[in-house]
């Protein structure tokens, strides 16, 4: 028995072409916003999370890797990875991460604090990324588009190590995005 | 009414995090995303396979026989 195959099963191809861009242009990091503001839009306007089911480039990304490519070890998950504390605690630190950008960014287009332009990968590794940095942008466009590049690679990095181990999506059991959708539709409907 | 199939899918709604892997692999079109919180089975389509309980990376799904 084979499953229908539809146009979103091809959608990571956006995961590469995202990373991709990002690495020639930093400025294209910007697109990452599509990812934080879709599922947002399909939780709070339709109350689901379609955005999960079907057009998430991750989990369509970590599914051919790890089913289809079979690079999955495909062990079990502990269970305080799947626990509810751990997946809230990991949700509220990723939000505080991408609003610490968002001041990072306020700091460099207030002349506070000078442009940093490199890429951190799990908060620690730094990457120079100057070759990618298009200079005549306003300091702060790029100083965001850095640290949403950064934010956006190490949690890439997180998902395929889960894959890796785990099962192929196992990342989205403590994804702070399908975390968060997944509370919004729960508060929606609870009456 | 057509026969149900003598083993089902079960869903722990408290652990599924509604991602929709089982709405994926379900062979027969069963596994649903209620609300946006929860996978639920249709219990006419399920036929039991397990396909779903497979590649659940949470382990929400259990194959049990129907009581
Ligand atoms: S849980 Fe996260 S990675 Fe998984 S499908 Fe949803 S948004 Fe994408
Ligand atoms: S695969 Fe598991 S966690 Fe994901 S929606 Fe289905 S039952 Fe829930
Ligand atoms: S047991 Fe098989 S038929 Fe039933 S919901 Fe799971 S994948 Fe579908």
Redesign the interface.
Same mark, same amino acid.
């Given at each position: 028995? !084979? &499953? $229908?195959r539809h146009w979103y099963h091809y959608l990571w191809i956006w995961s590469i072409i995202y990373f991709s861009l990002g690495f020639v242009n930093i400025l294209f990091a910007w697109l990452g916003l599509i990812s934080f503001c879709l599922p947002l839009i399909?939780?709070i306007v339709? +109350? #689901? $999370?379609?955005f @999960? #089911?079907?057009y998430c480039d991750r +989990?369509q990304f970590l599914?051919v890797m790890g *089913?289809q490519v079979g690079l999955s070890l495909r062990r079990?998950?502990p269970d305080w990875l799947?626990g509810k504390a751990f997946?809230y605690g990991f949700m509220i630190f990723f939000f505080a991460m991408f609003f610490n950008i968002i001041y990072v960014s306020w700091l460099v287009g207030s002349e506070i604090q000078s442009l940093q332009d490199v890429v951190t990968v799990l908060w620690s590794l730094q990457l120079p990324w100057n070759w990618t940095y298009s200079a005549g942008v306003t300091p702060w466009v790029a100083q965001f588009a850095f640290g949403l590049y950064s934010l956006m690679l190490t949690s890439e990095v997180i998902a395929i190590v889960a894959m890796l181990i785990? $099962?192929?999506? *196992?990342w @989205?059991?403590f994804c702070p995005m399908?975390?968060l959708? &997944?509370t919004? @539709? !729960?508060a !929606?409907?609870k009456e | 009414m057509a026969k149900l199939s003598p083993r089902h899918a079960v869903v722990n709604r408290e652990i599924c995090v509604a991602c929709g892997t089982c709405v994926d692999v379900c062979p027969m079109e069963a596994m649903q995303i209620v609300q946006g919180s929860f996978a639920s089975p249709l219990e006419e389509k399920c036929v039991g396979c397990g396909m779903c309980a497979k590649e659940c990376p949470a382990s929400a799904i259990k194959v049990e026989v129907r009581s």
């Open positions: 028995m !084979k &499953q $229908k399909f939780a339709g +109350g #689901n $999370k379609l @999960c #089911n079907r +989990g599914r *089913s079990e998950m799947k997946r785990y $099962k192929p999506r *196992s @989205c059991v399908g975390t959708t &997944q919004i @539709c !729960k !929606k409907f | -």
